[in-house]
């Protein structure tokens, strides 16, 4: 009965991860709230064809002073990366993107 109970639980959390129930284990940053938000500056990243560099762009971004949290869409290769300053200065960003071994251009701040 316990084998039972521990493979249905298993069976469950497998099934809610798949769907995308818990997409807060994915957020590197769980705790920022939308108001802490400075700024929303937006990024063409030219050069990434695989996941792998994607997350590499993602890590090197979250590095970049004042990020709060960075995001690559791998299909448009465009990166939204939220600041918490009002006035960001996009060379920082620009730079880590370089840092990972890509190029990138700011679309919109």
């Known amino acids: 009965m316990r084998?039972?109970?521990?493979?249905?639980?298993a069976l469950a959390?497998?099934?809610?991860?798949a769907v995308g129930v818990g997409p807060a284990l994915r957020h590197p940053r769980p705790w920022v709230r939308p108001t802490?938000?400075?700024?929303?500056?937006t990024l063409e990243v030219?050069?990434?064809?695989?996941?792998?560099c994607a997350s590499r762009i993602?890590?090197?971004l979250l590095r970049a002073p004042h990020v709060i949290d960075a995001r690559?869409?791998?299909?448009?290769r465009r990166a939204t990366v939220w600041l918490s300053v009002a006035q960001?200065?996009?060379?920082?960003?620009?730079?880590a993107v370089r840092h990972?071994?890509?190029?990138?251009?700011v679309v919109s701040r």
């Open 3 to 9: 084998l039972l109970s521990w493979g249905l639980a």
């Open 13 to 17: 959390l497998g099934a809610a991860v």
């Open 36 to 41: 802490l938000v400075g700024a929303l500056v």
């Open 46 to 52: 030219s050069g990434p064809d695989c996941l792998p």
């Open 58 to 60: 993602e890590t090197e």
């Open 72 to 76: 690559l869409d791998y299909p448009s």
């Open 88 to 95: 960001p200065d996009a060379s920082p960003l620009i730079e």
């Open 100 to 105: 990972a071994g890509f190029q990138a251009t």
